[in-house]
């Protein structure tokens, strides 16, 4: 019976672990999305994804839509299989997705205290 318990926790465990990771990538992709914004809009640099650059002209607000409505579409998939087969290698692209954001949202802070200083 205590057995049964312990597994229930760790189960517990993973599943806020893998939602809190998907949460992490979102509001890393709205950090991303911020920095486009300023660098594009406000300092008049050049979207250079071909994909994003059309939706980026129709403005800001269309960009962010655009932008988190993929994401979160995206994270709601990455979840809705995991929860159905509990692979590590799921918990494992997240935390890489985590990490790549990361990196990405720390070249864009650089580059802006570049800028600024």
Not at 96 to 113: Q, R
Request: hydrophobic fraction near 60%; charged fraction near 10%.
């Amino acid at each position: 019976m205590q057995q049964i318990s312990v597994i229930r926790r760790v189960d517990a465990l993973k599943h806020l672990n893998m939602l809190m990771s998907l949460f992490a990538v979102i509001l890393l992709n709205l950090v991303d999305s911020f920095f486009t914004i300023v660098f594009v809009d406000v300092l008049g640099f050049q979207e250079m994804n071909p994909i994003v650059a059309p939706i980026f002209n129709l403005g800001p607000l269309a960009f962010i839509s655009w932008k988190m409505s993929m994401v979160i579409f995206c994270c709601s998939v990455i979840y809705m299989s995991w929860s159905f087969s509990r692979k590590k290698w799921v918990q494992q692209f997240v935390n890489i997705l985590m990490v790549i954001y990361g990196i990405l949202a720390l070249t864009h802070m650089a580059a802006m205290v570049r800028l600024i200083v």
